[in-house]
């Protein structure tokens, strides 16, 4: 049966071709064979992009259905239609024009790629320099794209462009990443003078081509940019779909999202009465954040005590409420480079596990760092979390199409997935102390609080009159920050940047906190027709793949 013929054989080839086109994402998926070449981001580049997506999708529609075919050939056949729609929609709307933000646009990418590459072989860090020698190649070919943008009025706000030439700044200067490869590469013992030679002479080009756009985005961008942070209704119904895969009401989620604070903050001032006693939630938190006996002193004592939460989550869970296969029993977890937002963020393993999953933590500073709201974020991004549900995705050979398994998926599952199981972690007990307890619920009240900030900001609702925090005022970006300061549980740094993250990235913020409660929704029907165990849900959820949260009710209770 030949590719045209075939789901699993198509979805071979489309990877192929989409991993050809885009480099970058090639080795985000960890398909192998194009780690010294970039994406073309020029105008032309995505014109070219254009025709291919719907070349694929005129032969998908051309693929012949089989009787009697399975449920993972049907499966396949409506991933790759649903992400080739979604492509196609992308080029449609001309988003790759307004691709520019303060966490999730090729400015990040081109510098996280390298985390995501082979630091351990000659070969490896000849494919790095390779991509530093292009780096003002990738660079030029998205400026014009956002030249072509601004030419048509077409522009992202202010503050998106502030952050992103910020970023620019940190990657062109003395403490850019780019400018420590030559001392890594040494520390990897890869002996080759050439080489070595090669990535210096790299470095300083890389660097400028940063600072180049950089200048560019400061002085012929930022002029013409949005004044006004929120993208408009329409805009937005569309983000809902791209990263939830389906489109719930908005003005109920707002609602919802507002009782979810309400509720998650009487859980809070309980768990924090128990903590210390007589003391307010904003005493009890400022306790968490200070007290070096709940902090870990510098860096590597914090990423020794998160390797350990993994090593112990992992012996815990394993066979009693998750069948984990040897190839994912392991996650790296390290530092990430410098210049990118505060937090911590999960890589997934290559197709062939010859890269392991990793979580890469951003830390502010020199330590100390407390560990009060962290016990949740690492099993939110490592077991069982985002490192268990994508490691499961990549190995399921037999049953999930290529695409799917290294190119598919929506937040509003991974990141549902995610938060679920932070909360699964508490009904099952794993929150060995009430700090923890209490740092899950500020996690969990932090996405609430996305939920309401993203909604109301991008959509310019008013805060409902009788909420908790400034009720009956209008939105604007000191009172969300103040909002994630007061409620969310967050230093004031990371707050601004993370809100600067909810204006940028529309959509994305709820995919957690709705993803969650389409989880938590599917588990009650799970039990009530009687199908299996917690233990069975799980294993039925994991093993449909990362889909659609319209999709995902069908696949879990097969019908």
Not at 120 to 136: D, F, K, Y
Not at 356 to 376: F, H, K, M, N, T
Not at 518 to 547: I, P, S, T, W, Y
């Amino acid at each position: 049966m030949s590719a045209e013929q075939d789901p699993f054989r198509f979805s071979e080839a489309l990877v192929d071709d989409v991993a050809a086109r885009r480099p970058m994402q090639a080795t985000f998926m960890g398909v192998a064979g194009h780690d010294d070449r970039w994406d073309d981001l020029s105008p032309e580049g995505a014109a070219e992009v254009d025709r291919a997506l719907r070349d694929w999708s005129a032969r998908l529609s051309a693929l012949p259905n089989r009787d009697g075919e399975n449920r993972w050939s049907r499966l396949a056949r409506v991933v790759m239609r649903d992400w080739l729609d979604q492509e196609l929609a992308s080029h449609e709307h001309g988003d790759h024009e307004v691709d520019l933000n303060h966490i999730a646009s090729p400015i990040q990418s081109a510098q996280m790629v390298f985390d995501s590459m082979d630091t351990s072989s000659a070969q490896g860090w000849t494919a790095v320099a390779s991509r530093l020698e292009g780096l003002g190649a990738l660079l030029g070919g998205y400026r014009r794209t956002l030249e072509k943008g601004l030419s048509a009025g077409q522009v992202v706000a202010e503050r998106q462009v502030r952050a992103a030439v910020a970023q620019c700044r940190v990657h062109a200067g003395a403490e850019s990443s780019f400018r420590g490869m030559p001392s890594a590469m040494e520390r990897a013992g890869v002996d080759d003078a050439a080489l070595a030679r090669r990535l210096e002479r790299a470095v300083p080009g890389a660097c400028e081509a940063f600072g180049a756009l950089g200048a560019w985005l400061q002085e012929s961008y930022l002029p013409r940019a949005r004044r006004e942070d929120g993208v408009g209704r329409e805009r937005y119904l569309r983000a809902m779909r791209r990263f939830l895969g389906a489109v719930p009401d908005p003005e109920e989620t707002y609602a919802w999202g507002w009782t979810e604070v309400a509720k998650i903050l009487e859980q809070m001032r309980a768990i924090a009465a128990q903590i210390a006693p007589g003391k307010s939630l904003d005493e009890v938190i400022t306790l968490m954040r200070t007290d070096p006996a709940r902090a870990a002193p510098d860096r590597e004592t914090f990423l020794a005590a998160m390797r350990d939460r993994q090593a112990r989550a992992l012996a815990a869970l394993d066979g009693a409420h998750f069948d984990v296969p040897d190839v994912i029993r392991r996650v790296d977890v390290k530092e990430a480079p410098p210049g990118g937002p505060l937090g911590a963020y999960y890589v997934p393993p290559s197709e062939d596990f010859s890269r392991r999953g990793a979580i890469c933590y951003q830390l502010a500073g020199d330590g100390p760092y407390p560990l009060w709201d962290e016990v949740s974020t690492a099993y939110h991004e490592g077991f069982p979390g985002h490192h268990l549900q994508c490691g499961l995705q990549v190995s399921f050979t037999e049953s999930l199409c290529r695409l799917h398994r290294v190119a598919y998926g929506y937040s509003g599952f991974a990141e549902g997935w995610a938060l679920y199981v932070e909360q699964l972690m508490s009904e099952l007990g794993y929150y060995d102390k009430p700090d923890y307890e209490l740092g899950m619920l500020a996690n969990q009240m932090m996405r609430a609080c996305r939920v309401v900030i993203d909604i109301g900001a991008h959509l310019s609702l008013p805060i409902p009159d009788g909420a908790c925090f400034r009720p009956g005022e209008r939105w604007t970006y000191d009172v969300a920050v103040e909002m994630m300061e007061r409620l969310g549980g967050m230093e004031r740094e990371t707050a601004l940047s993370e809100v600067t993250r909810y204006f940028g990235w529309p959509g994305q913020a709820i995919s957690y906190k709705v993803g969650q409660r389409a989880m938590l929704a599917l588990r009650e029907e799970h039990q009530r027709a009687r199908l299996g165990d917690l233990k069975d849900f799980h294993a039925r959820v994991l093993a449909c793949g990362n889909v659609s949260l319209d999709l995902l009710r069908g696949e879990v209770l097969g019908s």
